[in-house]
């Protein structure tokens, strides 16, 4: 039974009605199936389970701390993303429940851990079974329920992303634009962010799965069960198995961004290769027009000389010398673009 230090309103009233501030606000559930909102302060939270004020820090939303799964004598702690909770053997504490990620979870642990009826199924043999029975201590059927959660909660926003993500570069490789540009950039961005927390999430499952130390700190139960004699303290096998169960998701949810990754990435390399295609085209632009005119100074040069104010003994009766001056000067520059075109194509200045 439970045994609250303050007890709130109920939980789906407070869910109605609504509150300002959360933030001391904690949702205990117990292995029965009872449930109490206490409404109390971090010291009133470590008298109850017994943990020090280092530990409950970890759990504060104010702090940013990384993924963490965090064995005591007699709890667990979690700060999972949103989800952050203290598991004993008998109750599991979670805190803020009206935040609307937070509450899917709420309603998976009283699905989850409501009292187990003994149901038996006939076997053709005359012999009985048990089915809908889960024999696991209580702290492992709520570790599995939250990693379930914020694997899933995350696998969600992965699926979302990915999905915006393959029209935006869809778009850019066919026009690139600056919105194109803007929209994938910020993909990116999301991206990025996504993919260090769940690569957070995945380091922290990994420490877990190669300390077997710390995985046999997390059998709350059978430590209490100090009275028993036991040897199989050492064995691991339970939680190693539901661990791992959850890390190779989370590792398929990593490899799903990674891949995402490289798709923006080979985006981008496309759009820097087109982009460098079409100033490439620009610098060819730009050579012609310049060696043009440069032609066209040639016959410019001559029509300067012929224009100046010097009277020449040739100049005169000789109309037919302005059509020459015309042709040749007009001949000459077109054989000078000519030649500078030909010089640049052969040293790959020029790409037709």
């Known amino acids: 039974m439970l045994d609250p230090l303050i007890v709130a309103p109920a939980f789906d009233g407070l ?4 509150c300002g501030s959360h933030s001391h606000m904690w949702i205990v559930l117990d292995s029965t199936g009872q449930e109490v909102v ?38 667990i702690i979690l700060n999972l993303e949103h989800i952050k909770a203290i598991i004993t053997s008998e109750e599991v504490l979670l805190r803020n429940p009206l935040d609307e990620n937070v509450v899917p979870v709420v309603e ?68 690139i634009t600056s919105r194109n540009l803007d929209r994938v950039h910020e993909s990116k961005s999301e991206m990025a962010r996504l993919t260090a927390r769940v690569q957070k999430l995945r380091d922290e499952l990994g420490r877990l799965l190669h300390e077997d130390e710390d995985m046999a700190e997390l059998y709350l139960t059978r430590k209490l069960a100090s009275a028993t004699v036991s040897g199989d303290e050492n064995d691991v096998d339970e939680v190693e198995m539901l661990l791992e169960t959850y890390f190779m998701q989370i590792d398929d949810t990593l490899n799903i961004l990674t891949t995402l990754g490289q798709h923006i990435d080979n985006a981008n390399a496309y759009v820097r290769i087109k982009l460098d295609k079409d100033r490439n085209r620009l610098i060819q632009l730009d050579l012609c027009l ?8 040639v016959s410019a040069l001559v029509a300067g000389i012929f224009g100046m104010n010097i009277p020449y003994k040739w100049n005169t009766n000789h109309g037919h010398m302005f059509k020459w001056v015309v042709i040749c000067s007009g001949m000459l ?13 052969c040293k790959g200045l020029l790409g037709f």
């Open 290 to 297: 310049s060696a043009g005119n440069l032609c066209l100074d």
């Open 108 to 175: 998976e642990l009283r699905r989850r851990l409501k009292p187990q009826t003994d149901h038996r199924e006939a076997n053709g043999d005359g012999s009985s079974s048990h089915i809908g029975e889960d024999d696991s201590p209580f702290e492992f059927r709520v570790l599995e329920v939250v990693l379930e959660s914020i694997c899933s909660f995350l696998s969600a926003r992965t699926t979302e992303l990915d999905t915006a993500v393959h029209p935006s570069l869809d778009m850019l490789t066919s026009k």
């Open 38 to 75: 206490l409404d109390v302060d971090k010291h009133a939270i470590m008298r109850r389970v017994q943990i020090h004020a280092r530990d409950l820090r970890i759990l504060d939303p104010l702090l940013s701390y990384p993924p963490t799964i965090l064995a005591r004598h007699g709890a």
């Open 15 to 18: 869910k109605k009605k609504g």
């Open 333 to 345: 520059s077109s054989f000078l673009f000519c030649i500078i075109m030909f010089f640049a194509y």
